[in-house]
């Protein structure tokens, strides 16, 4: 009765879960692309450095024998923008025939080259400095993959936020030793 019972259970939990869902995230936090995956599927790997971008290719193979076909759109892009900017400093597409595994790409400008494209408001998901969800790749046999990318964010430089430390507290000071002179302000 209990192998029954744990059987049923183990159904219940795990049938709508696809075993072969893989997570793919290209990290961009140095002066080199790399790759992190939780993937048994992913078949080649080349990450280089190009005179004004790095990349990071690869290929997954499709999931389940006989090979699972892809449902998601056969290609996709999205253009990529540094923080609080409209200079576009990333690139990450993926590509997909009717056989053979998928190609996803990732590409980065390098910090002394020029930006890619320049942004309007909507057309680019903006870098966030934390892991983002790019693409979500759905196939016939219901596994779901996750193309992720984290991006390091520029940050101000140490005089900048001392300068906004020593404004505030002058802001500060005028208020405490002169009251009523926000109007100065």
């Not at 744990?6 to 997570?23: P, R, Y």
């Not at 990071?56 to 253009?79: E, F, K, Q, Y």
Request: negative net charge; contains cysteine; charged residues 10%.
């Amino acid at each position: 009765m209990f192998t029954i019972i744990s059987g049923f259970l183990f159904f219940i939990l795990f049938a709508g879960a696809s075993a072969n869902a893989d997570t793919i995230l290209f990290n961009d936090l140095s002066d080199a692309l790399s790759i992190t995956t939780t993937s048994t599927r992913v078949s080649f790997v080349l990450c280089g450095l190009e005179p004004n971008s790095e990349f990071c290719n690869l290929a997954l193979d499709r999931p389940g024998v006989p090979p699972a076909t892809l449902l998601s759109a056969p290609t996709a892009s999205i253009t990529i923008a540094e923080a609080g900017s409209t200079a576009a400093s990333d690139r990450i597409f993926y590509s997909a025939g009717s056989i053979g595994p998928v190609t996803i790409n990732f590409v980065s400008d390098v910090d002394s080259g020029p930006p890619f494209a320049t942004c309007l408001l909507t057309d680019c998901l903006r870098e966030t400095g934390g892991v983002q969800t790019a693409f979500q790749l759905f196939w016939s046999d219901g596994t779901v993959d996750t193309i992720q990318f984290q991006s390091d964010i520029a940050e101000p430089p140490s005089w900048t936020l001392l300068l906004i430390a020593f404004a505030a507290l002058q802001v500060r000071w005028l208020r405490v030793n002169f009251p009523g002179s926000d109007s100065m302000l």
